[in-house]
Structures are given as structure tokens and as C-alpha cells.
């Protein structure tokens, strides 16, 4: 599938055509239309594979997928999810998140591949395997905050792992800078908190 723009055009202001266009696929999108899906897909490729990259270089390093198969995993679930975005923004958080999903599924085949090798016995983990357990830690965490805090838990997954600045969350959210960097502070010490928790349960 060929890169129809810059890469980049990712998370910057893009043409108002182009804008009008997303728009215009998203809702058809929305109603059903699958050709609408590809095709949004199609033109926002590069942006997506800038997305993987960013996503990927938070993993360990000999990580088994590359940006293109991420993107092409990413493919097959946006089919089969609903999406219910207004614009190119809110469909990049949407990829965002199912991108989290394939990595965090990734981790735990890894881990269970580990522990099915020693025959039942306790996993001998490889070097790169506390990282592994880490993502597995931020997720639940990242549950536990959606639960107790649904909006700074959208500002973690917009700065985090949309990549995000402060005042792009700010106009995202309809909030002040001022807010978005409050939330942050108080979202960042409540998943380390939970994550640092979480560990000590499990020593």
C-alpha cells in the first residue's frame, strides 16, 4: 500500500481538503460503509506508520514487529471495531489505543510462549521480560485509572500515546494548558503508584 502523504503531515495541520475529506469517510465510515475505512486508511498510511514508530520505539528492541506489520495488524482491527471519531485527531487516538491492545497482546503471547517452554515449571525470563511485564502493569493500571478518572485517562492516552503536546491536548479536550499539564502530573503519579503497588503484590 503505497504512502499517499508525507510522513511528515503526522499529528500537524494538514490541508483543508484533506480535513474535509476525513471528515466526510469517518462518517461514512460510522454508517457502515467499509470502502470508507479503507480508503481513510489508505490516506492517512503515513501518519499511521509514523504512529507505529513512535509506539515501537517505547519496546524492547528486538521486538517482532516492525512499523508495517503493526500498521497491517492495526488494519484488521480497525475493521472490525465501530468508529464513532469526528476528525483525523480522534481517528489517530483510536489507532493509538488499538495499537496499545496488539502490543500488550504481543507481550502476553511472548510470556506465555516462556512459561510453556519450561514445561510448567517457573519461566525462565529473558532480559527483556520485566519490560514485558511493565506494559502488562501499565495496562491494568491504566484500566484502574479509566475507572476512577475517565478524563485523565484521556489525557494519558492522547500525550502518551498519541504523542501529543500540551496545548494539542488542551484544543483535543476543550480544556487550558494549564489543566491538561495538571492532569498529566496527577495521571502520572496515580500509574505509578498503581504500578509500583502492583509489583510489590506480586514479590
Not at 9 to 30: D, G, M, Q, Y
Not at 97 to 116: C, G, H, N, P, T
Not at 159 to 188: K, M, P
Amino acid at each position: 500500500m503505497a504512502c499517499l502523504l508525507p510522513e511528515s503531515t503526522f499529528v500537524t495541520t494538514t490541508t483543508s481538503a484533506l480535513e474535509t475529506e476525513v471528515v466526510a469517510l469517518l462518517r461514512a465510515r460510522s454508517a457502515g460503509d467499509a470502502a470508507a475505512g479503507r480508503r481513510l486508511f489508505e490516506i492517512l498510511y503515513a501518519d499511521l506508520r509514523a504512529l507505529a514508530r513512535r509506539r515501537l520505539a517505547e519496546e524492547r528492541r528486538d521486538h517482532t514487529l516492525a512499523p508495517t506489520s503493526l500498521v497491517h495488524e492495526l488494519f484488521l482491527r480497525l475493521d472490525r471495531v465501530s468508529m464513532d471519531c469526528e476528525d483525523r485527531r480522534d481517528y489517530l487516538a483510536l489507532a493509538a489505543a488499538v495499537m496499545k491492545r496488539i502490543l500488550i497482546d504481543s507481550a502476553r503471547r511472548r510470556l506465555f510462549r516462556e512459561a510453556l517452554s519450561r514445561d510448567g515449571q517457573e519461566p525462565e525470563l529473558g532480559p527483556h521480560a520485566a519490560l514485558e511485564q511493565r506494559v502488562l502493569s501499565l495496562e491494568c493500571a491504566l484500566e484502574r485509572l479509566e475507572r476512577v478518572d475517565p478524563e485523565l485517562a484521556r489525557v494519558v492516552e492522547l500525550r502518551f500515546f498519541l504523542g501529543l503536546e500540551v496545548e494539542a491536548v488542551a484544543s483535543t479536550l476543550g480544556i487550558s494548558s494549564a489543566s491538561v499539564q495538571r492532569y498529566w502530573r496527577s495521571a502520572r503519579a496515580f500509574l505509578k503508584l498503581a504500578i509500583e503497588t502492583e509489583e510489590a503484590d506480586e514479590r
